[in-house]
């Protein structure tokens, strides 16, 4: 199964990994999310799972797709074209997402540098929108590798983290506790949001 997933090659350490966790849990069944919360062992995994849930709300990914009609309407894009140009995006983030290759430490660390200097080239473009007429399309071309970042960095690496941090009878558990906060941040971001602006 091994070979038939990640092709040829030696993947003994792999196995004796996956023999190993196999050991530790002893035939355990799966925890619940209560029991996540109280056991103190996977204390860290869960603020480190909490951390990055937390910081990808705060990113600016969802502000992003909050002001990307009136940058595409502002570049001179006809509104009835704005759609395809919001596919263009979805599927930027899809292959950006599908593209990502190595380590998780190094496309969050790069990902997150170069989100952090879109967003404040986009700033200083949404600065300057009137000054010169290419301005408004260099704020597109900025929308695209924010999200383009985003898919390789943060949105590529959350769901493969809670498989790596956590063993096997805590990843269901995990994984509901991750959609839960992912969703009850949304809600409370969608909330405050629009009042901030």
Known sequence: AVKQLWGDGDHVAEIDDMMSE???IH????????DL????AVRWQLITLFLIISCIQLIGINVVYFYAYSIFTKAGI???QIHYVSLGVGTTEILSTVLC????RTLLWKSYTVMALALGLLTVTLFLQDSFFWVPYCSVALVFIFIMSFGIGPGGVVCPLITE???QSYRPAAYVFNGVTNWIQLFILGLVFPFIV
Do not use: E, H, Y
Not at 27 to 34: E, F, L, T
């Open 22 to 24: 196999q050991k530790a």
């Open 27 to 34: 035939g355990q069944k799966a925890k619940s999310v209560w």
């Open 37 to 40: 919360l109280r056991d103190r």
């Open 78 to 80: 006809p509104p009835a």
């Open 101 to 104: 290759v190595t380590g998780r």
């Open 165 to 167: 941090i956590f063993i």
